[in-house]
């Protein structure tokens, strides 16, 4: 077990860290990182009535007009009304409830002001903060601006495999408390997955070792989770032997890590999957996008930043699956995967990121895939400013 | 159409302010303006029975002894208890629920303490701050100090035709969230009416126009909005024509302005509101007082500070008749204008001023008449402050 | 009456003052005095299931394991969830739910991790605070530690009559909004019972003055309040008559204060509260401990700080019976004493408690209670810190 040892002597970013004044961009980012795109709700939720929305603290409402989306600054600038309380009176517009000042959708300049006649001369003199909007996923995003940064294309954002091969997904929004680095923390935490969860019922089609000794690898813009050895049942001197093993699943599945970490016994990879190679099991990239590629399917989360003490969790459920496989697959995500996953085992995690509060914190060995995680956004943001000056 | 290219080069007071610093002392008014009367409650809710109210931020509790009405600070020097939780042990006291300690109710002095025997030597020594009381209108108003001013009669800050004339009325209290200033500022706003209001019950009998042009007036106390001309259909370059017009009111009023605004049509108007010829329909005074004249009768608002977030709403509708036609008015009052006008029409209002966020805020045209009721207040106040020097 | 204008010449500490500024512990104590033993809660509710409690702001953990309870600092130093959403993995230890961080109970250091297997290193290095722990009167006690102080005995503190006599006792704890300071206050204090409590169905049984003469006497560590005189109904110049004598209880009972205060009418004294020769019927000590010695049995209110806005209730009736005459005491606790007492008469206190609202104050004869109570735990906290240098 040499190169075990040799693995355990490796050093281990964070261990006994207290605080995260390592990572201060991480650390400011307590209402998520701006300059990155985020997707805020259905597509099928944006019509012709404004809605509102929060994302990194800005008020947004998001209308569709003519078949697009579009979003304004959630504020009516004469008086602080929110926009999405008033509705359209003229197509490409949106009118403030209050007193009709009417402003286009693309540029949010105002266009009229229906209670100041045509010949109102502040018209043209006034503007809304618009937000760029794509529709991706099934979801409208929505580009959170930073300082004079033009917003880079979306797709340089979505993972990878998502842009151009076709998919079917199914997948579930929801309001959660607590900061959305506790959630995309959690997501990628390589230690909690097989104790907390081991009692949810998910763990039923899925065997969970005990402990396992991991590898972090970067590969581009993720940072990969690789299980190089895994235990099913451990004993704990002074303590006594602490098992994961259960009857139903009897033969722990091959150790052996298959080249998307510990999927248990190799199975047969959809094609899609293995032809991006992913080093392990678990990814995770910026703004805060988690992947957990399972052999026929990957697993998405996004976490979305809604204020410091909120964010919106999107778990998404993606098959690259054409033709009659697709209802194979919705017979699957609809009959289990959004209870079971999506839903029960997902509340577990919700409950811990409203429960964290840190720092002050203490690390330990598996926090080296948080704190590699935290590393890689405190890089890139940083590397975001460089670029802005 | 000189004179309105004339009007239209007058300056606007406060287009394209962003903050309330050219009115220092509106602006510190948050919680209402100290030295004048306000309007508690209905004079039948003021009974033997304390109760608690807060007015300017000041917690009163009202009590009614020998059928005179008496306001006392709500604390009970001793530890601090509301003596609104109290009740009467002796005539023409209030005596705190805790220890007994009574106070009388014209003077506010510590009479008695039953806990302490007939020989306590602390009563004389402690007093509780009392307020100057007036019922009118069937409520009971309360002055709300200012530093060393002996309080002004009350009837000097009625509105004139409520000190003398006979009338009758009905009305409303309503506790609302927001700040009084929002309130005042949205009953005297000649902007919204014409397009947020145009969704109401009210404008069924009340024809719109989509704008306007308008003059402020002052005389005396009051600030009037003299509607110069109305536009009942307008087209917005670009965007097409928006109209205020509907099937049932197909011949718009004439626009020619009466001696009380636009109410329309001219009608027969009230001898008793024809003698006060007023300049406007509109008109707005010191501490916060609207007056809507119509034909026949005439619409009140009080907006009537509880703290810095909330304000009490107290719309009353007056009208001169006396006898039998007493009657008519109560029929008509009764029988829409309390449920349409100071209900769901108000009701419009309240939202308003609930969700108004300013400043920062960016003025226009017509919001000369916010910014003159500013200056109103800015320079009446400003003078008492110089008086009391 | 001479000997009570002497008495009425004493100098009545505190009458008059405003401010906390006299006591500075006890008004930096607004979270509790530190230091002191406080009962959490009845021993029959700390199982093997961790429970959430918060004493003197401290957030605690209670579990039993082995028949002995436990009481470990509510945090896990990992990623801060609290340990009471753990449970036992292992015997004589507490899980946290997330990642099985595994802490020893008696000790709190980290014994395992079962998410990093058994070679993980940082086992040893980590480790939660314990609280030292007993079980007295039926309930769980914790020691809240005050720096670098060792804990001193539980029954020092314990009031004396109840360590090492048999008895038997009927309580409740309730927790209540409103500062532990208020509470206890409210307890001793010997103005407001009278008067606040005349409405109570508890004073059916019992006779009240309308007022009296006290002194207080300290007694060792406790503070006791001596009725010396009783005055069953008073004159108020100009006022009125007011009397606290009702037609039930006609005969007031001999103002003659017995060995243990205003009992009324002399009656058989339970031996063993005879034998404490208690100069009052009321008595105070730190760190916020009332206690009435009634004829028959003694009743105490232990007031626990949550935090600065809350406390916890805890009102405890004792008697020294043995054998078949616990019966009767039992039935006359459950049949009225809890409900009468424990009950109503406490829940007008309650009320009292959450309304009170001081510094500022101004404190009148009878509340030489209070500043005395006051005085004593300024002096033995004082003392207290100083040996701690």
Redesign the interface.
């Known amino acids: 077990m040499t190169n075990t040892d040799e693995r355990?002597r490796t050093p281990r970013a964070g261990?006994?860290r207290q605080d995260w004044s390592t990572w201060p961009h991480y650390d400011a980012a307590a209402s998520g990182f701006r300059g990155y795109w985020y997707p805020v709700t259905w597509s099928s939720h944006v019509t012709g009535t404004p809605r509102a929305h929060q994302i990194c603290g800005d008020k947004i409402t998001l209308i569709r007009d003519g078949g697009r989306a579009y979003a304004l600054h959630d504020?009516c600038?004469?008086?602080?009304?929110?926009l999405s309380?008033g509705n359209q009176?003229?197509p490409g517009?949106l009118s403030c409830?209050?007193?009709?000042?009417?402003f286009g959708l693309d540029d949010g300049e105002l266009?009229?002001?229906?209670?100041?006649?045509?010949?109102?001369?502040?018209c043209g003199?006034?503007r809304v903060r618009t937000y760029p909007v794509e529709e991706r996923l099934g979801m409208v995003w929505v580009y959170v601006p930073l300082a004079g940064e033009p917003p880079h294309p979306i797709d340089e954002q979505l993972p990878e495999e998502l842009v151009s091969t076709p998919f079917v997904m199914g997948g579930r929004i929801d309001p959660r408390p607590g900061n959305w680095r506790f959630a995309c923390e959690n997501g990628y935490d390589e230690?909690?997955a097989?104790?907390?969860h081991r009692t949810s019922l998910w763990r039923l089609f899925k065997a969970m070792p005990?402990?396992n000794l991991t590898r972090i690898e970067r590969k581009g813009r993720w940072v990969f989770r690789v299980q190089e050895e895994q235990?099913w049942s451990?004993?704990?001197?002074?303590?006594?032997t602490?098992s994961n093993q259960r009857w139903w699943k009897l033969r722990p599945p091959k150790a052996k890590a298959s080249n998307i970490g510990n999927t248990g016994a190799a199975k047969k990879i959809d094609p899609v999957i293995a032809a991006q190679e992913f080093p392990g099991f678990a990814s995770v990239s910026m703004p805060g996008v988690l992947r957990i590629a399972y052999p026929k399917f990957i697993h998405y989360e996004f976490y979305v930043p809604v204020d410091d003490k909120s964010h919106r969790y999107v778990g998404v459920m993606v098959n690259f699956a054409e033709g009659l496989a697709t209802l194979r697959f919705y017979a699957k995500y609809l009959g289990f995967v959004r209870w079971l996953f999506h839903g029960q085992f997902s509340g577990q995690d919700a409950?811990?990121v409203e429960?964290?509060?840190?720092p002050?914190?203490?690390?330990?060995?598996?926090d080296v895939s948080l704190t590699t995680w935290r590393a890689l956004a405190e890089e890139e943001y940083g590397t975001k400013l460089e670029a802005l000056k």
Chains 1, 2, 3 share one sequence.
């Open positions: 355990r261990t006994g504020r600038p004469h008086r602080g009304i929110p309380m009176q003229f517009t409830v209050y007193h009709g000042w009417t266009k009229a002001v229906i209670t100041d006649g045509p010949d109102s001369r502040i003199k006034v230690g909690h097989k104790y907390l005990t402990w235990f451990a004993d704990f001197p002074g303590l006594g602490w409950a811990m429960a964290t509060d840190a002050p914190e203490r690390l330990y060995r598996p």
